[in-house]
């Protein structure tokens, strides 16, 4: 019997797969265009990535981190969690596209 069976990469380094993944597991915190004001996001303090000043004070390797490890307040509350399994090309695709929202 031949089984077929192919992993569908949850998250994947083109542009558009990042726009999907990014609306699939991000968006209900971070809000589609980046602003945070969703349920979720007001709640648990998600930033205006529209905001230039916002994209300027978010660091790519701060991005990345928080992607791939997750993101706690200052109290260590898990405000987002990791990624995960996420590799490093699909975290900095997701980075890029949070880029773009940038006003
Ligand atoms: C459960 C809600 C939630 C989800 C889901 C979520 N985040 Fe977050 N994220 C937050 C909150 C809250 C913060 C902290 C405030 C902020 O920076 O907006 C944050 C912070 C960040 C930061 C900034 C970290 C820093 O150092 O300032 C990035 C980048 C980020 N998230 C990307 C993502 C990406 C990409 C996804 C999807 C893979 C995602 N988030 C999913 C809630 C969430």
């Known amino acids: 019997m031949l089984v ?3 992993a569908v ?11 999907v993944a990014y609306e699939q597991s991000c968006a ?8 945070g004001d969703t ?3 007001k709640r648990l303090g ?8 916002v994209q300027a004070e978010l660091k790519d ?8 490890d997750g993101w706690k307040d200052k ?3 898990i405000m987002m969690k990791p990624a995960e399994g996420i590799s490093d ?11 773009t929202f940038k006003k």
Do not use: F, T
Request: charged content about 35%; overall charge positive.
């Open 4 to 6: 077929v069976a192919w």
């Open 9 to 19: 990469p949850a998250l994947s380094a083109c542009a558009a797969d990042a726009k």
């Open 28 to 35: 209900k915190c971070h809000g589609a265009d980046g602003k």
């Open 61 to 68: 390797d701060a991005a990345l981190k928080a992607i791939k």
């Open 89 to 99: 090309n699909d975290a900095k695709a997701l980075v890029a596209h949070m880029r």
């Open 46 to 53: 998600a930033k205006d990535y529209s905001d230039p000043k």
């Open 75 to 77: 109290d260590g509350k």
């Open 39 to 41: 349920k979720m996001g």
